[in-house]
């Protein structure tokens, strides 16, 4: 067993670029070079690595281009072997790897870019939901309404449900390199942070909202699992953005993306 | 025609039972028994979320008609999304075969067992008339090396395959069907031949076999096997799907000789040298649920039908050869 166990690491050795010697002892030759039939199961393993980074960041891979992107996937992919074989997931820690390497400091959205895709498609795979309409949202928060002073009322998200924010305009960024794009607006790169959020209807439909400062705090307060009251609470320490409970649940309910509303009796 | 509830089967399982013509053998039970769930003569494709709306419209019903689908099991682990739901709508319609490539049966480390129950959330999901994955290894270390990576065909590597099998039918409470994989090496020391293996996790497993013809048909062209001798020896009684699939040609000169490697790539029609073996394997061993598979190049689904149609020309030709001869 543990040959087996060595020869099934030395595929991996292999992969990483670290030793393929010992291997390469294992393989007949057979008319072809042993390294040459390792290299092609190497060459299909990093191959269809690139391939997933290529559809798990596709804006990336046209902001960087085809040939650089596939350099820095190859790289990566040896470096960083995926975990499990949900390919859909890969690329975990690549924005971060993106914002580490040097020949990137000109472009410091990219990393935000590569989290808003992952986000997309973390989005697009969640657990789908019943969410409440606007109007049921209301039903259930104006029969609350009246104990509203004695009961927190917590708010349950729909899994799809993502926040994130950026020193860059990436939601137009990203706008204006999808496939169907036909806005030839520019983008500004000091144009100032951005606050979104990205989440699915019961349809399937994806959105993506930007948000005001005040709203995106609010939200993520309550994601956090503070209540509506102590949500609220923090909204009056952001400076020169005045916010009112109610003005936070009309966009609350507006948006669709409650599935329950809670309520926990402080006795 | 048996009762169904005696073969663990309901009439729901399988939308083809309901409108059934062929007859099924008796069996104790669906869970480890050799007998398929769908019709022997059945023809497939591997789905591809492009085909959904034309699969939805019912445009090319009639002559191009599909028996199954297949998917790739790791396609479908997510926890929600279109994609999913797009699927229990084809379920509703066809019956589904899921068709892993993560599992690693090969792992000298044993199975992931959190993979191993996600492979079980699918089964549950879409009732999959077969269950499937390869002949191979592909995590090491926690890593997981995206290729279909070639086992020793030694007694250590068939005891840990043979174990591992076991334990994911254990787990899934039903039988799996592995298969034959494509190879570009073989190495130093071997105890058995591929078949030899293959056979013998069959009997040490009770499992069956996903026989792909165009690994046969690539692994022979690559080790310079008989291809024909190759399927005459495997046990066909285990046989219980085929696979067909394009593959392309690697070649490079090395000290003044050309060197060639066929390459399972499922980018590309099925070859004429394929169709051939396909014929063979139909000859020795019968018919079997025959499955188009094309991952890369991604053709319009008309093109699948097309492959599809021709698989089941093949069978028909043979059904046809076989009355000619008798009458």
């Known amino acids: 067993m543990e040959r087996l166990l060595k020869m099934q690491y030395g595929f991996k050795l292999n992969v990483e670029n670290k030793n393929r010697e010992w291997l390469e002892t294992q393989v007949m030759a057979n008319g072809i070079a042993a390294k040459d039939r390792l290299k092609i199961y190497e060459n299909n393993i990093c191959h269809s690595l690139i391939i997933a980074l290529q559809d798990n960041f596709p804006v990336t891979l046209r902001l960087l281009g085809q040939e650089y992107f596939d350099s820095i996937a190859m790289d990566y992919s040896r470096e960083n072997l995926p975990r499990t074989p949900l390919l859909m997931n890969y690329g975990e820690n690549f924005p ?10 000109d472009y410091p959205y990219m990393e935000d870019i590569a989290k808003l895709e992952q986000n997309w498609r973390k989005c697009y795979h969640a657990a789908d939901r019943a969410i409440l309409s606007k109007e049921a949202f209301w039903d259930e928060m104006l029969m609350e309404d009246a104990e509203l002073s004695s009961r927190n009322i917590y708010i349950e998200f729909t899994p799809s449900f993502i926040l994130m924010s950026s020193s860059y305009p990436i939601d137009k960024i990203w706008q204006i390199n999808q496939d169907d794009n036909i806005n030839s607006e520019d983008y500004n790169l000091t144009g100032g942070a951005c606050y979104l959020t990205i989440f699915k209807d019961e349809e399937f439909k994806m959105t993506m909202f930007k948000l005001p400062k005040n709203l995106y705090v609010f939200l993520q307060n309550l994601a956090n699992g503070d209540s509506l009251v102590q949500a609220s609470e923090q909204l009056e320490k952001i400076e020169g953005e005045g916010f009112t409970l109610t003005e936070a649940l009309v966009q609350l309910a507006e948006l669709e993306i409650t599935t329950e509303i809670k309520i926990i009796s402080k006795d | 025609m048996p009762d169904h509830k005696d073969m663990g089967l309901s009439k729901d399982f399988n939308p083809i039972l ?23 003569c059945a023809c497939g494709i591997g789905l591809k979320p492009s085909y959904f709306d034309e699969i939805f419209s019912k445009k090319y019903d009639g002559d191009f008609n599909v028996d199954f689908f297949e998917v790739h099991t790791e396609n479908y682990m997510a926890e929600g999304g279109n994609t999913l739901h797009n699927l229990d709508r084809i379920r509703e319609e066809f019956p589904i075969s899921l068709h892993g490539v993560g599992m690693s049966l090969g792992s000298a480390e044993g199975l992931d067992m959190g993979h191993l129950a996600r492979v079980r959330r699918v089964m549950d999901r879409y009732n999959p008339i077969f269950i499937s994955d390869h002949i191979s ?9 995206n290729d279909l990576l070639p086992l020793t065909y030694k007694h250590d590597s068939l005891k840990i395959i043979s174990q591992n099998i076991r334990q994911m039918q254990d787990f899934l409470g039903r039988q799996i069907l592995v ?21 013998e996790i069959v009997n040490q497993t009770g499992c069956g076999l996903l026989i792909d013809i165009n690994n046969i048909y690539v692994s022979a062209f690559n080790h310079g096997w008989d291809a024909r001798h190759y399927i005459r020896s495997l046990n066909g009684q285990a046989v219980q799907e085929y696979h067909l699939a394009g593959h392309s040609d690697r070649s490079w000169q090395d000290d003044g000789h050309m060197k060639i490697i066929k390459i399972d790539d499922h980018g590309s029609n099925v070859c004429d040298g394929v169709w051939q073996l396909y014929r063979y394997v139909l000859e020795i061993i019968g018919e079997r649920p025959s499955l188009i598979e094309w991952d890369q190049n991604i053709p319009s689904y008309f093109t699948l039908l097309q492959e599809s149609k021709r698989a089941r020309d093949y069978m028909q030709n043979i059904k046809e050869g076989a009355v000619g001869k008798a009458s």
């Open chain 2, 137 to 145: 290894f592909s995590v090491v270390d926690g890593s997981y090396l």
């Open chain 2, 18 to 40: 309901q409108n059934s013509s062929f007859s099924i053998v008796n069996a104790p039970s669906l869970d480890r028994s050799n007998v398929s769930p769908i019709a022997p």
């Open chain 2, 179 to 199: 298969e034959n994989p494509s190879r570009y090496l073989s190495f130093v020391e071997s105890d058995f031949t591929e078949v030899e293996f293959l056979n």
């Open chain 1, 96 to 105: 971060e790897y993106l914002s580490q390497l040097r020949a990137l400091d």
